[in-house]
């Protein structure tokens, strides 16, 4: 486990606080109670806005993807999965990014939102909403440089439970060639068929790297977020997936990114979001 309270890739305050919440429900405990010996390695460092002062915030952000990055790349390199622990999704230009950097990776990006907008397309420009297109090559040169030329292959990549996309962004998605399930997608054809064809597309390279935006859960099941959309997963939807993840044996990273305390109901968000990561790493029901 590597927490990463990064809370400069928007402008809602709280998710800095994610990684703690994560901790007091419980997670790491709840990982060795499956059997699995675990660690915590503790918080990358990330300044606070208030501590960012004169400093560019996309110089901080790309310094603390950077960290990150090399943290996740050695776990990897002495035989872990890596479970990293957002802040805002800003930092899975890091985390993926270590991945990468280990060999090809399949990517499945578990989220409300396609997070593939750049400085040019943004109509917020909020930095969590970019941190897909930069993982392709794409956007402000200081946080490309964080992959060090690496990109993902489309053909590798999935993204599930999409139902707020931008207008440049659904273009940019198109023209990129990536696999987009929406909610309408498993609306139509049931969680179970969208969940096995989309692994069946990021498995190709033998490891797999999942993104995790709680904010891909409906707002009833994961309030604590600030992006909330309606219509999202329900909670066994999105254990469905996990759990097939888990079955494919193939997980070398994970994200759960976008827990916001500030939000939440006793912590419900948090708790949820540890159950995921549960299922993630083996949890069954039998």
């Known amino acids: 486990m590597i927490g990463a309270p990064l809370d400069l890739?928007?402008?809602?305050?709280?998710?800095?606080?994610?990684?703690?919440?994560?901790?007091?429900?419980?997670?790491?405990?709840?990982?060795?109670?499956l059997g699995i010996e675990a660690r915590d390695l503790g918080n990358v460092d990330a300044p606070s806005p208030a501590d960012v002062g004169d400093r560019d915030v996309i110089d901080v952000i790309g310094a603390v993807c950077e960290d990150l990055r090399d943290r996740v790349r050695s776990s990897q390199k002495a035989g872990a999965t890596v479970v990293t622990l957002g802040g805002d999704h800003s930092v899975a230009i890091g985390s993926v990014s270590g991945s990468m950097a280990e060999g090809p990776v399949g990517l499945l990006w578990i989220d409300a939102h396609g997070d593939f907008?750049?400085?040019?397309?943004?109509?917020?420009?909020?930095?969590?909403?970019?941190?897909?297109?930069?993982?392709?090559?794409?956007?402000?040169?200081?946080?490309?440089?964080?992959?060090?030329?690496?990109?993902?292959?489309?053909?590798?990549?999935?993204?599930?439970?999409?139902?707020?996309?931008?207008?440049?962004?659904?273009?940019?998605?198109?023209?990129?060639?990536?696999?987009?399930?929406?909610?309408?997608?498993?609306?139509?054809?049931?969680?179970g068929a969208v969940a096995r064809e989309a692994l069946h597309r990021v498995q190709g390279p033998g490891r797999v790297h999942v993104s995790l935006d709680i904010d891909a859960l409906d707002p009833s099941e994961a309030p604590g977020t600030a992006t909330a959309?309606?219509?999202?997963?329900?909670?066994?939807?999105?254990?469905?997936?996990?759990?097939?993840?888990?079955?494919?044996?193939?997980?070398?990273a994970l994200d759960v990114v976008e827990v916001n305390p500030m939000l939440d109901v006793r912590n419900q968000t948090a708790r949820t979001a540890v159950s995921l990561v549960l299922s993630a790493l083996g949890k069954s029901i039998l």
């Open 9 to 33: 890739g928007q402008t809602v305050r709280g998710t800095d606080v994610g990684p703690a919440a994560l901790r007091y429900a419980r997670l790491l405990s709840q990982i060795e109670e």
């Open 117 to 191: 907008n750049t400085p040019d397309t943004s109509p917020s420009g909020n930095v969590h909403g970019m941190p897909l297109a930069v993982l392709f090559g794409q956007g402000h040169p200081r946080l490309t440089a964080v992959c060090r030329g690496r990109r993902l292959n489309p053909k590798h990549v999935a993204l599930v439970g999409i139902r707020d996309l931008d207008l440049r962004e659904k273009e940019a998605l198109a023209s990129a060639g990536i696999a987009v399930y929406t909610m309408r997608d498993i609306d139509e054809r049931g969680i």
């Open 229 to 252: 959309v309606r219509g999202g997963l329900t909670y066994r939807e999105a254990h469905l997936i996990l759990e097939l993840v888990a079955d494919s044996g193939l997980l070398t």
